[in-house]
């Protein structure tokens, strides 16, 4: 049996657990949920929602996965035996989310490359789709392989497949300690610019003026619940796996007020930065900021390039915009590879070298159809599907199991013993009743919406292919390698 | 700018910049980081 690896410094571990969080996301999603959902009021139900349902679950995911020190299948096994197929949902779902998030940080490879002489030319919403896309009309309509985005997207599963065979110390740990540190400093020094670009403080007053009659809607409430769930990694598997790595005696709750208020602070950073640089772009068209405004692969690939193209300076705008999305990118990829990389080493008894490989070459052959003409568009409801109910519903079941099948008063012991802030009844709270509410809402209602609705306007065979095949496929996978993986545990 | 937009904009800066800066001065002072 393999001696389970290790954090060499909690400081490793932190930025680790940061760099899971801080994602694609907390720079293309956030400042558009928050732009929409209230301007500089969203921050108060945003906050609230850290402090009820984020760094609750984030502690007790911390707690569980250190306690148990084992890859997530087996703590669910360990917990209750009829339960084992939970982790197995949570393990496929970060598996899925891996073979198309890494097409995203391939194209930020590419246009990082691209941004040195604005390769994106006078129009780069035509660039991205027509040229370097070459998009289908339909998603099945893969028309072969774009060899220029299959390359780099193996550009990326090298690098990842380099920190993951180094392991976690040598290899998660200290990519972390660079990748992270490098990703403020960008951050901060496009801000710093952006923010003194003219124009940018009529952005920052689009995306700050608050409106707080939005504090009445419901739906604003649910979006900051959203938002943070989303960008905190939490209900698929990674904080798990990550905190069985921790040494005895970590201190699970001030580690997790550390991840999640780095967290919010850089989605907040990044809302800055995004809304100069949107003011700017606003300025200089003549219309108002809201003409321009975008977010996700439209911000990211076709808004920004637009905006860098009128910038003073866009060699440097450009290549530190895409140098960050690839940092943000390629350290959320690390996270999700982990968790099945750590179920292949304790489940199956591989040593990681090989087990990072297998991963690695599984992840390449399952995700080729990112890199075709269609690529774009499968990824569109696959992202959908899998975030509305894989991670939504793996996140509900699994809160709903801890919190109320199994109990508190065990992990609450244990992390009152190792850590600086206590936690109790309010905790409890928070976990048993406004965290799995919100959970069951969203769940819920996105469940009817897009049964009413179908989404995107694309074709029902597609959604059903891709979107409901997909989920659901998971779901009964998950149950069938429940009863028949039978293998070594630690 | 705004003088509501600044203070929101301080108010979520500023409560998670200086969260994150207390709690890791905790950590620090029990020589954990």
């Known amino acids: 049996m393999q001696k389970r690896e ?34 500089g009021a969203f921050f108060i139900p945003y906050l609230f929602a850290m402090l009820t349902a984020g760094i609750p679950f984030l502690i007790l995911e911390f707690s569980v996965g250190s306690k148990f020190k084992t890859s997530v299948p087996n703590i ?67 028309n072969g392989i ?77 979006a900051a619940y959203g938002q943070l769930f989303f960008s905190l990694s939490l209900g698929f598997a990674i904080m798990l796996t990550y905190a069985s790595y921790l040494p005895k005696d970590s201190d699970m709750a001030n580690n997790a007020f550390i991840t999640a208020f780095c967290n919010c602070g850089f989605s907040i950073l990044c809302g800055v930065m995004v809304f100069s640089v949107l003011g700017n772009m606003a300025f200089n068209q003549g219309v108002g900021v809201d003409q321009v405004v975008s977010s996700g692969v439209g911000l990211a690939f076709v808004t920004i390039p637009t905006a860098i193209n009128s910038l003073p300076s866009p060699v440097f705008f450009g290549t530190l915009f895409f140098a960050a999305l690839l940092f943000a990118g390629l350290s959320s990829m690390v996270s999700l590879c982990e968790v099945s990389v750590s179920v292949l080493i304790d489940r199956f008894s591989i040593s990681r070298k090989r087990a990072a ?5 599984i992840g390449i052959l399952c995700g080729i159809v990112f890199a075709s003409r269609s690529g774009l568009l499968v990824l569109d409801i696959v992202d959908r599907f899998i975030n509305n109910f894989g991670v939504l519903a793996g996140g509900l ?25 206590k936690v109790g009844t309010l905790w409890s709270f928070c976990l048993r009743i406004i965290t799995p509410a919100i959970l069951g809402y969203m769940s819920i209602s996105n469940l009817i919406g897009d049964i009413k609705t179908p989404y995107g306007g694309y074709p029902s065979l597609a959604l059903f292919v891709f979107g409901w095949c997909l989920v659901g496929g998971i779901i009964i996978f998950s149950i069938i390698i429940n009863f028949t993986v039978q293998g070594g545990e630690k | ?12 800066l500023g409560v998670t910049w200086i969260g994150a800066g207390v709690c890791i001065v905790i950590a620090i002072k029990k020589k954990q980081l």
Do not use: H
Not at chain 2, 5 to 12: K, R
């Open chain 1, 6 to 39: 290790q954090w060499g410094t909690r400081a490793g571990f932190i930025l680790a657990a940061i760099g899971s969080a801080i994602g694609l996301g907390n720079i293309w999603r956030f400042p558009y949920v928050a732009y929409e959902n209230g301007g």
């Open chain 1, 76 to 142: 669910f096994k360990t917990l209750s035996g009829r339960w084992e197929w939970l982790g197995w949902w949570q393990l496929l779902v970060s598996f899925i989310i891996s073979i198309y998030y890494v097409a995203i940080v391939g194209w930020s490879i590419s246009y990082f490359v691209l941004a040195f002489t604005q390769g994106w030319g006078a129009d780069p919403a035509n660039f991205f789709f027509k040229t370097y896309l070459q998009l289908s009309d339909t998603p099945f309509a893969f």
């Open chain 1, 146 to 222: 774009r060899w220029p985005i299959l390359g780099a997207i193996l550009c990326v599963w090298f690098i990842c497949w380099v920190v993951l065979f180094s392991g976690v110390k040598k290899g998660i740990e200290s990519a972390s300690k660079v990748f992270m540190p490098l990703l403020f400093i960008m951050v901060l020094i496009i801000t710093a610019q952006a923010v003194t670009l003219e124009g940018a403080t009529e952005g920052l007053n689009w995306m700050f003026k608050p409106d707080f009659a939005a504090l009445l809607n419901f739906k604003v409430w649910v």
């Open chain 1, 357 to 361: 490989s297998i991963y690695c070459g």
């Open chain 1, 397 to 421: 079941v699994e809160i709903i199991f801890l919190a109320w099948i199994c109990g508190l008063d065990g992990f609450k012991d244990k992390i009152n013993l190792t850590s600086d802030f």
């Open chain 2, 1 to 12: 700018m705004m003088t509501s937009a600044i203070v929101m904009m301080a108010l979520g």
